[in-house]
């Protein structure tokens, strides 16, 4: 008996299901062609009704289709995988620092705005997920629904300083801070940290302290109502502090610095300006600088070609140089009425300012959309220069009740080791008294020019 599905000599019909039974294929061995019959009855026992390719199917049982080749009799629908959800951020994520977009809308970008991961505060909505939708089923060679894969699902998880809300489908912060990825974790942290302040990271404007650990290059600013603590250069940045700076290298080439309460740093040269509501530190040398402190400076070693004014204390090794560079070193005090009623008028003022910032609308209840990114980080650095300089005026108003209430004329200046020609010294508007102490010169008050007065 010939085998089945044979018309003539030897027949051999082979039908496999592949591909998840989205697939059928046929293959005959021999030399005579199956049979339509023979092909149907394969289709039956294998549960085959969908997809069916009828001239496949007519092509094999005419013999056109060699010996030993699969042949695709049957082809369903491959089910489309849907779209995963996604995390969605109220802040850049760190490698999207820099945008170099040259123009938004009409305005010309200032790349050293760069988009910083941006400070929220307590009960802002840092990140949340946005659902996917669902794919289309499929449907195979039997007749079957296929279903489609699952999508990845990524996972919203809470580092430090963040909760997720119901269902976990939302990220709150539950503090102050700034918002950032630690891995996979969404975290607010309480300290800005940056490795350097330039076109990578953009200016920086932080409720809180800020470190940066290398430079603050040209034309680049740092803002912060906390302690700011740079531990490289300032090379014609500004620095603006609502508490302390410190700054582990030098500040020089026109840079700024200004501090409500003590500015340190290591040297001050090229056009710096230091100015403190307390106390003015200056490790090494100040050249052709402008500094000035509401309470003290100290200078290490030498003070040439600069302007010192301070309004109780200036203490330096060495003044002025050989070539008689004007060198200037003031105490005074300015705490009149006059001076008083504008301080508390410009208090006013930097109070309502910055009332009115704080109720602007800084998308605290969802995540910022992209296209808002920008003005949103304009809006933090005016809340936070706004801050500052608030707390700026009432240590001003602070010290005019300090000085109202202690001797008008107090105050000195010391210099430990020489005094050279060309130094200027002032105490109160008038020029000062010297006594030569242990090797430096001690200046005080004189209400009459005394004769031979540096």
């Known amino acids: 008996?010939?085998?089945?599905?044979?018309?003539?000599?030897?027949?051999?019909?082979?039908?496999?299901?592949?591909?998840?039974?989205?697939?059928?294929?046929?293959?005959?061995?021999?030399?005579?062609?199956?049979?339509?019959?023979?092909?149907?009855?394969e289709l039956a026992r294998l549960g085959i009704v969908y997809g069916l390719d009828a001239l496949a199917i007519e092509r094999l049982c005419a013999g056109r289709v060699p010996a030993g080749t699969d042949l695709v009799i049957a082809q369903g629908i491959s089910p489309k995988p849907g779209v995963p959800s996604r995390i969605e951020y109220a802040f850049v994520l760190?490698?999207?620092?820099?945008?170099?977009?040259?123009?938004?809308?009409?305005?010309?970008?200032?790349?050293?705005?760069?988009?910083?991961?941006?400070?929220?505060?307590?009960?802002t909505v840092v990140a949340r997920k946005v659902a996917g939708r669902p794919g289309t089923p499929g449907k195979s060679v039997t007749g079957q629904s296929v279903p489609p894969p699952d999508p990845p699902e990524p996972a919203l998880v809470a580092g430090e300083n963040v909760q997720l809300g119901a269902g976990g489908a939302t990220a709150i912060a539950t503090a102050d801070g700034l918002a950032t990825l630690d891995g996979d974790r969404v975290v607010v942290i309480a300290t800005c940290t940056v490795r350097a302040v330039n076109y990578a990271s953009g200016n920086i404007h932080f409720d809180g302290p800020v470190i940066v650990r290398g430079d603050v290059e040209p034309g680049f600013s740092v803002s912060a109502t906390g302690d700011i603590e740079v531990q490289g250069m300032v090379e014609g940045g500004r620095l603006l502090s609502g508490g302390n700076v410190?700054?582990?290298?030098?500040?020089?080439?026109?840079?700024?610095?200004?501090?409500?309460?003590?500015?340190?740093?290591?040297?001050?040269?090229?056009?710096?300006?230091?100015?403190?509501?307390?106390?003015?530190?200056?490790?090494?040398?100040?050249?052709?600088?402008?500094?000035a402190a509401g309470r003290s400076v100290t200078v290490g070693d030498t003070v040439s070609g600069a302007d010192v004014l301070a309004g109780t204390r200036i203490e330096v090794s060495e003044a002025g140089g050989e070539s008689a560079v004007r060198t200037t070193l003031e105490i005074r005090r300015d705490a009149s009425d006059d001076r008083i009623s504008k301080l508390r008028a410009t208090l006013a003022h930097a109070e309502t300012a910055s009332a009115i910032l704080d109720r602007a609308p800084a998308m605290k209840t969802s995540v910022v959309p992209r296209s808002q990114l920008s003005a949103l980080k304009r809006l933090?650095?005016?809340?936070?220069?706004?801050?500052?300089?608030?707390?700026?005026?009432?240590?001003?108003?602070?010290?005019?009740?300090?000085?109202?209430?202690q001797d008008t004329f107090a105050g000195e200046v010391f210099v430990r080791r020489k005094v050279h020609r060309g130094v200027r010294v002032l105490i109160h508007a008038g020029l000062a008294s010297r006594v030569e102490v242990d090797g430096g010169s001690r200046f005080q008050f004189a209400p009459v020019a005394p004769e031979g007065a540096a």
């Not at 108003?397 to 209430?405: D, F, I, S, T, Y």
Request: net charge positive; glycine share 12%; hydrophobic share 40%.
């Open 1 to 41: 008996m010939p085998p089945r599905g044979a018309s003539g000599g030897k027949s051999k019909l082979s039908v496999k299901l592949a591909e998840g039974q989205l697939r059928a294929t046929a293959r005959r061995e021999g030399t005579a062609p199956p049979t339509r019959a023979a092909v149907d009855e």
């Open 94 to 123: 760190p490698k999207e620092n820099v945008s170099f977009t040259a123009t938004e809308g009409d305005a010309r970008v200032d790349f050293r705005e760069g988009l910083l991961n941006s400070h929220v505060v307590a009960g």
């Open 246 to 291: 410190i700054v582990r290298g030098g500040v020089r080439n026109g840079a700024r610095v200004e501090a409500v309460e003590s500015v340190s740093v290591r040297f001050a040269d090229s056009g710096a300006i230091l100015r403190a509501g307390g106390d003015v530190q200056i490790v090494t040398n100040a050249v052709r600088s402008s500094i």
């Open 380 to 405: 933090t650095a005016e809340q936070v220069q706004a801050h500052v300089k608030v707390r700026l005026v009432r240590a001003q108003l602070g010290l005019c009740g300090q000085w109202r209430v």
